[in-house]
């Protein structure tokens, strides 16, 4: 009996020491457990963006995808609890926000549901088509030379019942909020509705017919007004000029749209020889409004166009003290008097940059 419990007592270490390994490695497993539930980001914004491309929907892409956007702290560890919910075979492409304290869990369930965060398509001014294929290219799942392409073709736009010259008159400055994967047919479809509903609020469609105007015509007036000055009560006076002029049937001669022709709106001084451009935007040598519009003019500018004074001006010529404010005349010779004084103190300050001083 003595030899038994002599026995009992040398086993009783190796059993503590075996609860204890045992105890170590589920406190090791409920703490790594523990790290798929808790928080998981390690950036300090509200939440950050990552975008997932279409061709790069593979795990190896997606973690080097986080990796790249400094999303997680432990990045392999998506890869891990990504596996059981077979995530990696049907992700969905498209632009994911991850916000701060997110699990890995919390993640995995977004990507497996396909969550996608949408996109923010901010539009202000835009001249030219290149310009708004640029823009599209930062934000959707496309390349701006696709875009440009589906811009210039007469046969894509006529699907959605666009043209091609006026196609911006379509386009009212906004955001609009889209997945990154949207085509150029959903983009410009919902550019279109906006359009249509912008149109039909705040008697816009009556004001545009009381100036005999249709909404085009005013868009393409609204673009020449954008392009002259920033200030507001400027535009106003303006808009009277270039709608009296039309009604005078008086070639409009908006030295924007020379630039526009020229393809060049960084020229300050509109020279002779520019005024010989065939371009059917050059409103010097061409009467009436341009085909389309020359760039596109803010939803405000568009209403003063709507809104215009009745005055009797005909010309206007920017004030010599460079403010971007304009002297207003219904007659030659004093718009010929502002002009010449305007004249004069350009030469001057070109002269100065000219030389350094």
């Not at 823009?135 to 799942?141: D, E, P, R, T, V």
């Not at 496309?142 to 959605?160: I, P």
Request: glycine share 4%.
């Amino acid at each position: 009996m003595a030899r038994k419990k002599t026995a009992s007592k040398k086993n009783a270490p190796s059993k503590k020491g075996l609860i204890i390994v045992i105890s170590l490695f589920a406190i090791a497993c409920i703490g790594f457990a523990a790290l798929f539930f808790l928080p998981a980001t390690r950036f300090e914004e509200k939440s950050r963006m990552v975008t997932i491309y279409k061709d790069q929907t593979q795990k190896s892409a997606v973690l080097a995808a986080f990796e790249e956007a400094g999303i997680l702290r432990f990045t392999s560890l998506l890869g891990i609890a990504g596996a059981p919910f077979n995530i990696w075979d049907k992700m969905k492409p498209g632009r994911y926000e991850i916000k701060k304290g997110q699990s890995i869990i919390d993640i995995v369930r977004m990507l497996k549901n396909g969550r996608l965060a949408e996109v923010k398509l901010i539009i202000n001014r835009v001249r030219t088509k290149q310009e708004f294929a640029k823009l599209i290219s930062k934000q959707f799942f496309t390349d701006s030379s696709e875009v440009l392409h589906f811009l210039q073709s007469a046969d894509s736009l006529a699907s959605l019942d666009l043209d091609t010259t006026l196609l911006f008159t379509k386009i009212i400055p906004d955001t609009y909020n889209f997945y990154a994967d949207a085509t150029m047919p959903v983009i410009l479809e919902k550019l279109k509705a906006a359009s249509t509903r912008f149109w039909l609020k705040n008697n816009r469609l009556q004001k545009a017919e009381s100036l005999g105007l249709s909404p085009e015509q005013v868009y393409i007036l609204a673009s020449i007004v954008d392009e002259e000055t920033n200030f507001s009560e400027d535009k106003y006076k303006i808009a009277s000029v270039y709608l009296n002029r039309l009604a005078k049937q008086m070639p409009l001669q908006a030295c924007p749209t020379i630039k526009y022709a020229m393809n060049d709106f960084t020229i300050t001084r509109i020279y002779e020889k520019y005024l010989s451009n065939p371009s059917p935007y050059n409103t010097y040598r061409v009467k009436g409004l341009p085909p389309g519009p020359i760039g596109t003019p803010s939803p405000k500018t568009i209403d003063i166009v709507l809104d215009a004074p009745k005055t009797s001006y005909i010309y206007f010529v920017a004030k010599s003290d460079f403010s971007g404010y304009h002297h207003f005349s219904d007659n030659y010779e004093e718009h010929n008097r502002y002009a010449k004084e305007y004249q004069k103190k350009l030469d001057e300050y070109l002269e100065k940059k000219r030389i350094g001083k």
